[in-house]
């Protein structure tokens, strides 16, 4: 569930690895008081220039404080304006596999400028992710193309090839992963913000978390319900412990649907015909909004026959990486132009397409390494027979061709090899009513459906900000005036709707 086009299951997507280790800092004595953070300079390109690093020291196992350890990467902004600082707020990142620090640089102008100085804003890169220590599954290039690492059926929705692919990565996983692999979930996300916390010497938080991060700050909230401020949740996905990862994902058929006639109207719009280069015929794909539809999965299909090569070498252009650069354009209009083109070119003979970036290279094995760890180590997936997943994924490709049955199909996690560490706690309407939840209407990686759901389990805790916008991510995304003011006059001053709220475009 992440941050743009990170944020969602399985969707790591920068294109460089790092060497894994261990941390070999010395434990800390019980009782002893927080470790001191040593912060250094670390402003990033188009980030606040005032951002700073450290790093923290956390138990590898929360069970046994006194024994190994693992270094976090930890990221903060301080207030600009001393003055007006009423405390610290932490940005909780999408994923599972996103970077915290990363998060903080590309939102921290936006959120210094919004909130005035009000906080110190903070983040925490998770286990494996980042600064933090890193470890790997040793998957090949090729079991980290994003097409292969996430469940996409063989042409005709043929499923051999993904099921061997997640056996093969799940077996590579318990051989190769290490404890801290195996120690990489929610719950322990959870323990480390609460740690980060203490080093900081914080008595309690405020968040703004995004997509699975939501997640992570629901859990929290849940864990340490005295130590929130003001909570905010962004990009809410169904919060069932019981299906969790699986849930999400197959939520992203039906949440396509949704969020496809916004790139239809606008494929669809007269104005298209100017974008793009002079002469080159635009960028508009049918005469009417409804045939935008078939023509897209017309070709997916022509495309899952006859692959077509592109400016990527040993990447040729299918069905499946249609389909999946399709989904990722989803997350925001301003990757409608690209996607257009790319299937402008798809059909054209002459032309030879590029790919997205996010498709023209592997995920990173660090980030593959995390987003398949957390996703499994959170909860027991069932392990059905193949013809009975068979079945499901032909289902779910007749009734949502534009995702292909992916949705639905067998991750690494029907093969994992060790049992969740615990239980994922069910979120309840227990602890102060603090939570403000915002939510554009039809988000294509965690669905407004899905959103009602993490609604109803908080309750009285909560009230919701629902924005008639596309995309995944509101608060300072959309540009819709009303919920950005709503957000931030909830941080800055604490007041909240009396009640659940849309705000229109």
């Given at each position: 569930?992440?941050?743009?086009?990170?944020?969602?299951?399985?969707?790591?997507?920068?294109?460089?690895?790092?060497?894994?280790?261990?941390?070999?800092?010395?434990?800390?004595?019980?009782?002893?008081?927080?470790?001191e953070?040593?912060?250094?300079?670390?402003?990033?390109e188009?980030?606040p220039?005032?951002?700073?690093?450290?790093?923290?020291?956390?138990?590898?196992?929360?069970?046994?404080?006194e024994?190994?350890?693992?270094?976090l990467?930890?990221?903060?902004?301080?207030?600009?304006?001393?003055?007006?600082?009423?405390?610290?707020?932490?940005?909780?990142?999408?994923?599972?596999?996103?970077?915290?620090?990363?998060?903080?640089?590309?939102k921290?102008?936006?959120?210094r400028k919004?909130?005035?100085?009000?906080?110190?804003?903070?983040?925490?890169?998770?286990?494996?992710i980042?600064?933090?220590?890193?470890?790997?599954?040793?998957?090949s290039?090729?079991?980290?193309?994003?097409?292969?690492?996430?469940?996409?059926?063989?042409?005709?929705?043929?499923?051999?090839?993904?099921?061997r692919r997640?056996?093969?990565?799940?077996?590579?996983?318990a051989?190769?992963?290490?404890?801290?692999?195996?120690?990489?979930?929610?719950?322990?996300?959870?323990?480390?913000?609460?740690?980060?916390?203490?080093?900081?010497?914080?008595?309690?938080?405020?968040?703004?978390?995004?997509?699975?991060?939501?997640?992570?700050?629901?859990?929290?909230?849940?864990k340490?319900?005295?130590?929130?401020?003001?909570?905010?949740?962004?990009s809410?996905?169904?919060?069932?412990?019981?299906?969790?990862?699986?849930?999400?994902s197959?939520?992203?058929s039906?949440?396509?649907?949704?969020?496809?006639p916004?790139?239809?109207?606008?494929?669809?719009?007269?104005?298209?015909?100017?974008?793009?280069?002079?002469?080159?015929?635009?960028?508009?794909?049918?005469?009417?909004?409804?045939?935008?539809?078939?023509?897209?999965?017309a070709?997916?299909?022509?495309?899952?026959?006859?692959?077509?090569?592109?400016?990527t070498?040993?990447?040729?252009?299918?069905g499946?990486?249609?389909r999946q650069?399709?989904?990722?354009a989803?997350?925001?209009?301003?990757?409608f132009?690209?996607?257009?083109?790319?299937?402008?070119?798809?059909?054209d003979?002459r032309?030879?397409?590029?790919?997205?970036?996010?498709?023209?290279?592997?995920?990173?094995?660090?980030?593959?390494?995390?987003?398949?760890?957390?996703?499994?180590?959170?909860?027991?997936?069932?392990?059905?027979s193949?013809p009975?997943?068979?079945?499901?994924?032909?289902?779910?490709r007749?009734?949502?061709?534009?995702?292909?049955?992916?949705p639905?199909?067998?991750?690494?996690?029907?093969?994992?090899?060790?049992?969740?560490?615990e239980?994922?706690?069910?979120i309840?309407?227990?602890?102060?009513?603090?939570?403000?939840?915002?939510q554009?209407?039809?988000?294509?990686?965690?669905?407004?459906f899905?959103?009602?759901?993490m609604?109803?389990?908080?309750?009285?805790?909560?009230?919701?900000?629902?924005?008639?916008?596309?995309?995944?991510?509101?608060y300072?995304?959309?540009?819709?005036?009303?919920?950005?003011?709503?957000?931030?006059?909830?941080?800055?001053?604490?007041?909240?709707?009396?009640?659940?709220?849309?705000?229109?475009r």
């Amino acid at each position: 569930m992440k941050q743009r086009a990170r944020s969602g299951l399985l969707l790591a997507l920068s294109v460089s690895a790092v060497a894994a280790t261990l941390s070999a800092v010395p434990a800390q004595a019980a009782g002893s008081s927080s470790p001191e953070l040593r912060w250094r300079p670390c402003a990033q390109e188009g980030g606040p220039d005032r951002q700073e690093c450290a790093e923290l020291s956390v138990p590898l196992d929360y069970g046994d404080p006194e024994g190994p350890r693992t270094r976090l990467g930890v990221s903060r902004v301080p207030s600009d304006r001393p003055e007006a600082r009423r405390g610290t707020l932490i940005v909780i990142p999408g994923g599972p596999g996103g970077s915290g620090t990363q998060r903080l640089a590309q939102k921290g102008k936006a959120l210094r400028k919004e909130l005035g100085g009000a906080y110190d804003l903070v983040a925490l890169d998770p286990r494996g992710i980042g600064g933090s220590d890193r470890t790997g599954c040793g998957l090949s290039d090729e079991d980290r193309d994003l097409v292969n690492l996430r469940p996409w059926p063989g042409p005709g929705g043929d499923i051999a090839d993904s099921v061997r692919r997640a056996r093969r990565v799940a077996d590579a996983c318990a051989r190769d992963g290490g404890p801290l692999l195996r120690s990489m979930s929610t719950a322990n996300e959870v323990r480390d913000i609460d740690s980060f916390r203490s080093a900081l010497g914080e008595e309690k938080l405020s968040a703004f978390a995004s997509s699975y991060g939501t997640y992570v700050a629901a859990q929290y909230a849940q864990k340490y319900p005295d130590r929130t401020d003001r909570w905010v949740l962004d990009s809410n996905g169904d919060p069932d412990p019981k299906r969790v990862a699986r849930g999400w994902s197959a939520n992203l058929s039906p949440a396509m649907e949704q969020r496809f006639p916004d790139f239809a109207r606008w494929a669809a719009d007269p104005a298209r015909e100017k974008d793009g280069p002079e002469g080159g015929g635009g960028l508009r794909l049918a005469r009417r909004a409804e045939d935008v539809r078939p023509m897209v999965v017309a070709l997916a299909e022509r495309l899952d026959r006859h692959p077509k090569p592109t400016t990527t070498p040993g990447r040729p252009l299918t069905g499946n990486r249609l389909r999946q650069a399709l989904q990722l354009a989803m997350y925001g209009d301003t990757a409608f132009a690209g996607t257009a083109r790319l299937i402008k070119d798809a059909g054209d003979p002459r032309a030879t397409p590029v790919l997205p970036a996010a498709l023209a290279g592997s995920v990173p094995e660090h980030e593959a390494a995390v987003t398949v760890s957390t996703i499994c180590n959170d909860v027991r997936w069932p392990r059905r027979s193949l013809p009975a997943t068979a079945r499901d994924v032909a289902a779910d490709r007749a009734r949502y061709p534009l995702t292909g049955g992916m949705p639905v199909g067998v991750f690494p996690c029907a093969f994992w090899k060790w049992a969740p560490a615990e239980e994922p706690a069910r979120i309840t309407s227990d602890g102060p009513s603090n939570v403000l939840m915002i939510q554009n209407l039809r988000d294509p990686a965690t669905p407004y459906f899905g959103a009602l759901k993490m609604r109803e389990a908080l309750g009285r805790r909560a009230r919701m900000i629902s924005v008639d916008s596309g995309g995944h991510g509101a608060y300072l995304g959309t540009g819709n005036a009303c919920g950005d003011r709503k957000v931030t006059d909830f941080l800055r001053t604490g007041e909240r709707p009396e009640k659940d709220v849309l705000c229109a475009r």
